[in-house]
């Protein structure tokens, strides 16, 4: 069951020669269970990092996240990622080139018993209309196939939140306007709660019901 977020105050630094350098200083961000949001910025305005520290790669200097009633990072509280219930759907895809577009989707639900992973994964193959493409490897996908496959993998383990950083800047233009929307459609049917990380204010307005603009520190 997908859950609100809430970040409040949060404060994200990284380590320079010169010492501490602040990305995020005193960020707050709402997203209502079920709902959409972008942080839409130039690079260097800190919205990756944000990104990360919400999926628990980042360390919170100061600050807390909330996903529902779990407190994520907070004073003395930093859950590792497996522990989040937090999918992460990658610019780069991240396929496993040597698994099939279904091993591929299946590969976060080893757990569960042969028939039940085997339907959740042909479910999702659906979902992401790649039905009959279960049986092909990554590099007989198109990008736009991969990303989808990238989308049903980071879904199947039907993760409170996801988050999507940049998932569609290594795509031609039409077939990133066209995915905006089929993925936009897709999470908004499975009632996912979700954050968009991008660059372009399109992308933005088609995905989100709430954009966050951000600016370099």
């Known amino acids: 069951m997908t859950a609100a977020l809430r970040l409040s105050r949060l404060h994200l630094t990284y380590a320079t020669p010169q010492g501490l350098h602040s990305v995020v200083q005193d ?10 949001a972008s942080l839409l910025g130039p690079s260097g305005c800190g919205k990756t990092s944000v990104l990360r520290a919400i999926a628990g790669f980042e360390p919170v200097q100061s600050g807390a996240i909330w996903l529902g009633e779990r407190l994520l990072s907070g004073p003395g509280v930093q859950l590792p990622p497996e522990q ?15 698994l099939t577009a279904a091993d591929n989707v299946g590969f976060g639900l080893r757990r569960m018993d042969a028939a039940a992973r085997a339907q959740r994964v042909q479910e999702l193959l659906a979902v992401v209309g790649l039905a ?5 490897y990554p590099h007989e996908l198109s990008g736009g196939q991969q990303q989808r496959i990238a989308l049903a993998r980071a879904l199947a383990p039907s993760p409170a939140l996801l988050l999507l950083d940049e998932p569609f800047s290594n795509l031609d233009a039409a077939t990133r306007d066209r995915l905006t929307q089929e993925v936009r459609d897709i999470l908004r049917a499975a009632g996912q709660t979700a954050v968009l990380v991008t660059h372009h204010a399109r992308e933005a307005e088609t995905m989100a019901d709430e954009i966050c603009h951000m600016t370099p520190p």
């Open 27 to 36: 960020f707050d961000l709402h997203v209502p269970a079920g709902q959409i």
């Open 84 to 98: 989040r219930q937090v999918g992460m759907v990658f610019q780069e895809y991240g396929l496993f080139p040597h």
């Open 132 to 136: 009959q493409a279960g049986a092909r």
